[in-house]
């Protein structure tokens, strides 16, 4: 028989002397293939090392060599139509032992995003199984706990519930390995990805072996943190498809289009650079993170008057000057530093569009760098191999994302600053038919000669109050950052002609005056 070929079905008899295939042909085992069966399927999903399925075929303490159980695997492998690479039956963990994995339709994995689970080890612990169960439900309810509306997670402690295909929802699983050293109970917790198996995180707990119920949740909900943020700085770092920001809104976990993930990632955030304050990627992270702050809350900030501008802007030209020697060497990292110099408005335009540029031509990272270097030419006003970029990224991005969301909006931005209102039009309707929610920008994207008849009725419905803080804003986050005065002027004349329309010279903050004082100006005087 071919060792490759395949069944559907093996019954195998009681005892695991022989079984049969799935086309009616029987399969006959020896001895020693019969008690490893019999071993394995007594646990399944469980590690078997080589030296326990030796001594299960040839007694405890018996010198013959391991390897007799490799063959032995093998055969029944051959037998059962099995094989290594892709296995229905056993699995090989490397310099480890085999697993059992095989089963029924009703053993599949939970449909979660999160396995808690399998917990391993329990055998071997006595007296302190129960206490290391109870500590890996306090740690299964606290992750449960910190998953976004809409997040999942499923407690999976038996090993054969956890071992093979991941559902299509799954995309990390928390494994628990329980041990003692020196009569202390001691647990590693280690967070793979899903499917591929890869370490995000790892984690390792001494527990108390007389706790509180209290004391154990709160120890538990310390490791779930730490584990959980490991997991999304891994998730960030990884994501090589997505801009920093991009990634790190993905990484919330927060379903498509949701806001909130500023506030999800802040508390991330915050632990990591806590437990490592001096770690150069970290600081890149929570610099690109402030940054973020008034991308997705700045019209809230503006308006509650809690926008604290100048403070930011010093904590992120702090953390990216401390940072910059380290993350330099990778261009995707010098990229996202060369736009948070540039956002600064603090004279580092020339060493900015230096490493973007630099970035840029040793990035593998295209489409992300595309976006973000698109986005610094138009506000340098090098507008055609702006669009260039941004379209390139857009075609690049998956259809729906976020990163296509973000890079048609930048792509909006620079054809407004450059006047292009027949392009901005078709490209906001691109926009709009990816994400129906950014309809709520037209006042900022449409012809400001001609504005449309949607961007008028959303005006209308602005108080002005919030007309006001939307133009501070559009200011901080887009019109100053244009070097050209035409282009800056051109960046927010249609939001500043409809409001100022409305409410009057009132709703013109100073900041916008400051930048754009001649805009001001005509538009005033156009009114009256």
Not at 204 to 219: E, F, Q, V, Y
Not at 263 to 280: F, G, I, S, V, W
Not at 498 to 525: K, M, N, T
């Amino acid at each position: 028989m071919n060792e490759h070929q395949t069944f559907r079905q093996i019954a195998f008899s009681p005892d695991f002397t022989s079984a049969r295939r799935d086309d009616g042909t029987e399969i006959s085992f020896t001895r020693a293939e019969s008690r490893i069966l019999r071993l394995m399927s007594r646990s399944p999903g469980r590690l078997l090392t080589r030296n326990q399925l030796l001594d299960a075929v040839s007694g405890e303490g018996s010198d013959k060599s391991d390897r007799n159980i490799d063959y032995t695997i093998s055969r029944l492998r051959r037998k059962l139509g099995d094989g290594p690479k892709q296995p229905r039956f056993i699995a090989t963990r490397y310099g480890e032992g085999y697993i059992w994995i095989h089963r029924t339709a009703s053993d599949e994995p939970p449909d979660a995003e999160i396995l808690v689970g399998p917990l391993r080890g329990l055998d071997g612990i006595g007296d302190l199984a129960p206490l290391a169960r109870r500590f890996a439900e306090e740690f299964f309810d606290a992750v449960r706990s910190d998953l976004p509306n809409g997040g999942s997670a499923a407690f999976v402690p038996d090993p054969i519930l956890s071992v093979g295909r991941p559902s299509p929802r799954q995309k990390q699983s928390i494994e628990f390995t329980f041990f003692t050293e020196a009569n202390q109970l001691e647990c590693i917790l280690t967070a793979r990805a899903a499917p591929s198996g890869s370490v995000l995180g790892v984690a390792r707990n001494r527990l108390d072996t007389s706790p509180t119920r209290a004391g154990l949740r709160h120890t538990a909900a310390e490791v779930a943190h730490v584990l959980l943020g490991q997991i999304w700085r891994s998730v960030v770092a990884t994501s090589l498809e997505s801009p920093l920001p991009v990634a790190m809104h993905d990484a919330a976990g927060l379903p498509v289009g949701e806001n909130a993930s500023w506030k999800r990632n802040d508390l991330k955030l915050k632990r990591l650079m806590q437990a490592d304050p001096e770690d150069p990627t970290l600081k890149l992270f929570y610099a690109t993170h402030l940054h973020s702050k008034y991308i997705l809350l700045g019209h809230d900030l503006f308006q509650s008057g809690k926008a604290t501008c100048k403070a930011d802007e010093d904590r992120i030209e702090t953390l990216v000057l401390s940072a910059l020697p380290h993350i330099l060497q990778d261009p995707s990292t010098s990229i996202m530093a060369a736009k948070l110099l540039f956002f600064l408005d603090r004279g580092y335009d020339d060493l900015a569009v230096e490493m973007a540029e630099e970035g840029l031509r040793a990035s593998t990272a295209i489409a992300s760098s595309l976006a973000i270097v698109g986005q610094m030419r138009s506000f340098t006003g090098r507008t055609d191999e702006a669009i260039g970029c941004l379209e390139q990224a857009a075609r690049l991005a998956a259809y729906g994302s976020e990163f296509q969301v973000y890079t048609l909006f930048m792509k909006c931005q620079a054809l407004a600053a450059a006047g292009h209102w027949d392009g901005l039009a078709r490209t906001r309707k691109e926009l709009y038919k990816v994400r129906p929610a950014t309809v709520l920008f037209e006042p900022a994207f449409t012809d400001p000669f001609k504005p449309s008849f949607r961007a008028r009725a959303l005006s209308m419905a602005l108080t002005r109050k919030r007309a006001r803080a939307l133009l501070m804003h559009f200011t901080y986050v887009s019109t100053r950052l244009f070097r050209k005065p035409q282009m800056r002027e051109n960046s927010i004349r249609a939001p500043l002609r409809l409001f100022l329309g409305r409410f009057g010279d009132a709703v013109v903050p100073d900041s916008l005056r400051q930048i754009v004082p001649d805009l001001v100006d005509e538009v005033s005087g156009a009114r009256r």
